[in-house]
């Protein structure tokens, strides 16, 4: 199957090509005709499977096709709507009535790498269409992430925590959000975000088109999934990995309190003389390595 077969717009295919894009991979083949139908959808897809592009190139799609068929206030056709812009500190109480320009597309997403990935990807598919993407995230200034945001915006990628920030300030207001997507939700869950992911997602309109993706599907994702989406149509990707046969592979089935207590108890083998050990976070990767140093073990961290 190529990407022509997905019933995707020229200026997105022309976007792609450019890129290199030819085939979709199997989370694109099947996702983005789902979110091109309008329904809501559950996809359990690994990072590296290429399921940005899975919401990404359908979500731009939907929003150009809505903007190019805009018509003004009395009715003529051809013309689409000039709004004005958020500006910060603003009362939103009457902005559809003032024409101010609304966010209409949210990812939401765990960390700034993932949100900076995102935004760039979506900058990349829509670089013939006249939408504007921002990506805001902790850590840095808020300066350069507002001054974008007063010029308006039509795609939001977000952090949670940001998020929160700037709509406690004004500068963003999600009761106009069409499309939303949980992104890495299971990973957002892990870091403790789940009291700001259910804030956020009180903050959008009842009617709007979900995208839930997550790596795994423990029960706490099945809960959200029935509680956020409506009659979703649900996609499982299995990434292909080979086991390559020189590896001996051994599982440990024990209480994540007992852990990093094992992981000393195996490096104090003198048999092994090289070690990597892989962390979900950084902040799991600085305590494992303090634990490491504690035992007297010789250890480095790279996060």
């Known amino acids: 199957m190529q990407f022509e077969d997905l019933n995707i717009i020229m200026p ?5 090509e450019s890129e290199g894009y030819t085939q979709p991979t199997p989370i694109q083949e099947q996702a983005i005709p789902i979110i091109l139908s309008g329904k809501d959808i559950m996809g359990c897809a690994q990072t590296g499977t ?3 592009a899975a919401f990404a ?5 939907l929003l150009y096709e ?4 805009e018509v003004v206030a009395d ?3 051809g013309k689409k709507l000039h709004f004005k812009r958020i500006k910060a500190g603003e009362n939103h109480a009457d902005e559809a009535s003032a024409g101010i320009k609304p966010v209409m597309a949210l990812i939401l997403t765990p960390t700034r790498e993932l949100a900076l990935q995102i935004g760039e990807s979506f900058d990349i598919y829509g670089k013939n269409l006249d939408l504007k993407c921002a990506v805001i995230y902790g850590g840095v200034s808020q300066a350069n992430q507002t001054a974008i945001l007063k010029k308006g915006v039509d795609i939001l990628v977000a ?4 998020l929160l920030d700037l709509i406690g300030q004004h500068y963003i207001n999600l009761r106009h959000i069409q499309y939303f997507v949980l992104d890495e939700a299971d990973r957002m869950l892990d870091m403790g975000f789940a009291p700001d992911v259910r804030r956020i997602i009180g903050m959008l309109p009842k009617v709007r088109q979900t995208m839930l993706f997550s ?3 423990p029960m706490e994702i099945m809960r959200l999934e029935k509680a956020i989406l409506t009659n979703p149509e649900e996609v499982s990707i299995t990434p292909v990995s080979p086991v390559v046969d020189a590896i001996e592979q051994h599982v440990y089935h024990l209480a994540k309190i007992n852990k990093r ?3 000393v108890h195996l490096l104090q083998d003198l048999v092994l003389k090289s070690v990597l050990v892989f962390s979900r976070t950084r902040h799991g990767a600085d305590r494992i390595y303090r634990e490491l140093r504690n035992a007297g073990i010789s250890a480095a961290v790279i996060s």
């Not at 190139?57 to 799609?61: F, K, V, W």
């Not at 952090?159 to 940001?162: C, D, I, K, L």
């Open 12 to 16: 997105i295919l022309k976007a792609l």
């Open 50 to 52: 290429g399921k940005t």
């Open 57 to 61: 190139i359908p979500i731009l799609q």
């Open 66 to 69: 809505k903007k190019s068929t």
């Open 75 to 77: 009715g003529s056709e």
């Open 159 to 162: 952090t949670p925590g940001r």
């Open 215 to 217: 790596a795994t599907l």
């Open 261 to 263: 207590h094992l992981l």
